[in-house]
């Protein structure tokens, strides 16, 4: 089991900066991909960023270019780096990651995001 703890969530102008970072802990050692994930007012939960054990990420077009996701190498912790932010930016924000064997992934509570114009 693994267990994901979030934080750095808040309200910021459009154009502004925030971080959000997850704390893991647990079975760690078998995570094979960290990553964000968001849900807007209305919409369905949509993949954010990803990022592999072997380095490989993936980023959501909407993001690409204004949003980087890092690690530690201990895979104890998980960043979003979010730049340039607009409002349709606004949503909760979900640490995910994803492991080989049972349970397959884990969930944080999620973060609240809100940018305003």
């Known amino acids: 089991q693994v267990r994901l703890v979030e934080s750095g969530g808040g309200l910021v102008q459009a154009g502004g900066s925030l971080r959000l970072s997850c704390a893991a802990s647990?079975?760690?050692?078998?995570?094979?991909?960290m990553g964000w994930y968001r849900r807007a007012p209305g919409k369905q939960r949509e993949l954010v960023a990803t990022?592999?054990?072997?380095?490989?990420?993936n980023y959501a077009a909407s993001v690409k270019g204004r949003f980087t996701v890092s690690r530690t190498n201990a895979k104890d912790a998980v960043y979003l780096q979010m730049n340039s932010l607009k409002p349709e930016d606004t949503a909760v924000y979900y640490c995910?990651?994803?492991?080989?064997?049972?349970?397959?992934?884990?969930w944080g509570q999620g973060t609240q995001v809100t940018v305003s114009s």
């Open positions: 995910s990651v994803k492991l080989p064997v049972f349970p397959f992934g884990a």
């Open positions: 647990g079975d760690i050692v078998r995570i094979n991909e």
């Open positions: 990022l592999t054990t072997g380095g490989n990420t």
